[in-house]
Nanobody, 115 residues
Framework: QVQLVESGGGLVQNGGSLRLSCAAS????????VAWYRQAPGKQREFVAR???????NYLDSVKGRFTISRDNAKNTVLLQMNSLNLEDTAVYYC?????????WGQGTQVTVSS
């Protein structure tokens, strides 16, 4: 059974940094793309960043230059390094793994940026 578990969220001051981790089990992780999404209160879930199986990355415009997504296939883990956090980054962050015929989501990790 495929499981994705996010960690690393928390409370951080405006301008601070956090590193989120998404650990996968039950799947050959390196064969698939993995993405981070976020959902703020009262808003729809939105795409944040993605890394393909061969390492190609793309980002939401508002996080370009501040967030970096990376993957360690040996550890079945995808990281999201978030720098220069601002109040608009407050949300629950989810990782998503897509494969033909199936999509898997983690349970989410809360990121709160305070002023």
């Amino acid at each position: 059974q495929v499981q994705l578990v996010e960690s690393g969220g928390g409370l951080v001051q405006n301008g601070g940094s956090l590193r989120l981790s998404c650990a996968a089990s039950g799947i050959i992780f390196g064969a698939y793309g993995v993405a981070w999404y976020r959902q703020a209160p009262g808003k729809q879930r939105e795409f944040v960043a993605r890394v393909t199986s061969d390492g190609y990355t793309n980002y939401l415009d508002s996080v370009k230059g501040r967030f970096t997504i990376s993957r360690d296939n040996a550890k079945n883990t995808v990281l999201l390094q978030m720098n220069s956090l601002n109040l608009e980054d407050t949300a629950v962050y989810y990782c998503k793994l897509s494969k033909p015929g199936a999509v898997y989501w983690g349970q989410g990790t809360q990121v709160t940026v305070s002023s």
